[in-house]
């Protein structure tokens, strides 16, 4: 029966999820049961397309990532696919109505990242707005479960979180990205003398967006307000982090946050919900 496979297709997708990401894991499980399987599915998607152009060196990316977006796009039409995680993003995007302009930017961010792009404020704000803030837009979709007006009054705002989230990301990956595959997104900026100005200005912006997001997040259906809360507040605490680390040593290190501080935020962001304090 199909329902197995479909079923099969969800663990794959939950199993990318938890490997990949403890934050984002434990947001999801403060989510509605009946919406934690398509924000793993749309996790699944997203991740396996930015293995591509992230971690597969030695191979033909961009053949892999040009047969990526075809068995996505076969997949969308035929309402399946032999690849779990396709199989898993496909009924979420065809049951949500997820729209494909959506997908397109998202795919044609990650090609971005395949070419040694100049990034100018157009182009950053064009790769953001891919890679980032219209993943929100697709799980945005799941947490308004088909409610149109709730959509728009909502998108603003979770397009401002997936913003913020990617920009930590920039600072927490500088290391990675600039040393290691030789990436620097953040517009006319010199990384080899990455000053401590440059960096409060980067700071500014994104504690602009994180304060935006949070009006948004208070609008969310209870469904999936806590979990939501919680993944903004890792990565406000992973953000606060960064701006006590001076600039230089962005290029140096890799910020985290332990798994045990982790747990005391997923605590204290419950609380906070659970007595109505968002």
Do not use: W
């Not at 030789?182 to 700071?203: C, L, Q, W």
Request: hydrophobic share 40%; net charge neutral.
């Amino acid at each position: 029966m199909k329902s197995l496979f479909d079923t099969v297709s969800i663990k794959c997708s939950k199993l990318t999820t938890q490997s990949y990401s403890t934050s984002f894991s434990l947001g999801i499980k403060f989510l509605k049961p009946s919406i934690q399987d398509p924000i793993y599915s749309i996790y699944g998607f997203v991740r396996f397309a930015d293995e591509i152009v992230d971690s597969f060196e030695g191979y033909d990316q961009a053949f892999l990532l040009q047969k990526f977006k075809e068995d996505v796009y076969e997949a969308l039409d035929d309402r399946i696919s032999l690849n779990p995680i396709l199989n898993s993003f496909q009924h979420v995007v065809n049951n949500y109505n997820i729209g494909r302009p959506l997908i397109d930017s998202f795919l044609h961010s990650m090609a971005m990242d395949l070419s040694k792009v100049e990034y100018s404020r157009e182009k950053y704000d064009e790769y953001i707005l891919g890679s980032a803030e219209v993943v929100g837009l697709m799980c945005l979709h799941v947490f308004t479960e088909g409610n149109e007006e709730k959509f728009d009054e909502l998108k603003p705002f979770a397009m401002k979180l997936g913003a913020a989230f990617q920009k930590v990301n920039f600072l927490r990956d500088m290391k990675a990205d600039f040393n290691g595959l030789g990436r620097s997104y953040f517009p006319n900026v010199d990384m080899a003398n990455f000053s401590t100005e440059v960096k409060r200005e980067i700071e500014q912006e994104i504690e602009a967006d994180f304060q935006e997001a949070l009006k948004g997040i208070k609008k969310l259906p209870a469904s999936s307000k806590g979990g939501v809360y919680l993944a903004y507040v890792y990565y406000k605490s992973l953000f606060n982090k960064i701006k006590g680390v001076p600039a230089q040593k962005i290029l140096d290190q890799r910020i985290r946050i332990s798994n045990g501080r982790k747990f005391g935020l997923m605590v204290n962001s419950m609380v906070q919900y659970k007595m109505n304090l968002l």
